[in-house]
């Protein structure tokens, strides 16, 4: 079982829908990191949560330490949000070290 | 301010030929990695360093080399490259520890092993 998991994998909806994208994990972690990746292959720094709530414009996350589960939220939905959004953990690894594990991606096609 | 650099953008190695992914970040970030993507499964780390001479295996490591003698690089080599080893890389460096520590990723480089 993947440390990270992500759902869906894939999400087509309708220009101006309200989204949800989910992140569960089964390690402690530090902190939790929400991605986009458009097509071409850039990866942008959208969010790191290690509790509660963060809203950037359309965009809020929100995370639930005690059930290991986060979500991003997208409303009023427009193609331009049509990326790959990606779920990373941050936890602890080899001596007091720590590494980042990801989840495989949510491809969110947007329609107009 | 560059950020993360991470050259070559494309290359076409032989099997068996060696090379190195470099990578640079001016925001004196302790934290660095390197990750592949392979289509359908994500991003997979395989090496990664919370500071100068300290480095660690990620979830892939065979095949590749890594050293960290300065903070701002983090050199990726492939010391006898296999088609196996055709992926998407990207370097990426943070703060290491605490809040605040935003992921700051390269733009990738796109290895092909013929």
């Known amino acids: 079982k993947n440390e990270v998991e992500q759902s869906p994998q894939n999400l087509t909806a309708q220009e101006g829908e309200f989204i949800t994208i989910n992140c569960s994990y089964s390690?402690?972690?530090?902190?939790l990191h929400w991605l986009q990746q458009h097509p071409g292959g850039g990866i942008v720094s959208l969010f790191m949560?290690?509790?509660g709530k963060k809203k950037h414009g359309r965009l809020i996350a929100t995370i639930n330490i005690q059930e290991k589960h986060s979500s991003l939220h997208i409303t009023a939905s427009h193609p331009r949000d049509s990326a790959v959004y990606i779920c990373?953990?941050?936890?602890?690894?080899?001596?007091?070290?720590?590494?980042?594990?990801f989840g495989t991606g949510t491809r969110l096609t947007i329609i107009p | 301010n560059a950020g993360v650099t991470q050259t070559p953008k494309f290359q076409v190695l032989k099997t068996g030929q060696s090379m190195t992914l470099q990578c640079a970040q001016d925001?004196?970030?302790?934290?660095m990695s390197w990750y592949r993507q392979d289509p359908g499964m994500g991003l997979r780390l395989i090496h990664y360093?919370?500071?100068?001479?300290?480095?660690d295996q990620g979830e892939v490591p065979n095949g590749y080399n890594v050293s960290r003698s300065t903070t701002e690089d983090f050199p990726l080599r492939l010391l006898s490259a296999a088609p196996s080893q055709t992926s998407v890389y990207f370097c990426?460096?943070?703060?290491?520890?605490?809040?605040?520590?935003?992921?700051?990723f390269g733009e990738g480089s796109w290895l092909t092993v013929v």
């Open positions: 990426a460096s943070s703060y290491a520890g605490g809040s605040g520590n935003t992921i700051y």
């Open positions: 360093s919370v500071g100068a001479g300290i480095t």
């Open positions: 990373a953990v941050r936890s602890w690894a080899n001596f007091g070290n720590e590494k980042l594990t």
């Open positions: 949560l290690s509790s």
């Open positions: 925001m004196n970030h302790e934290y």
């Open positions: 390690v402690g972690i530090s902190a």
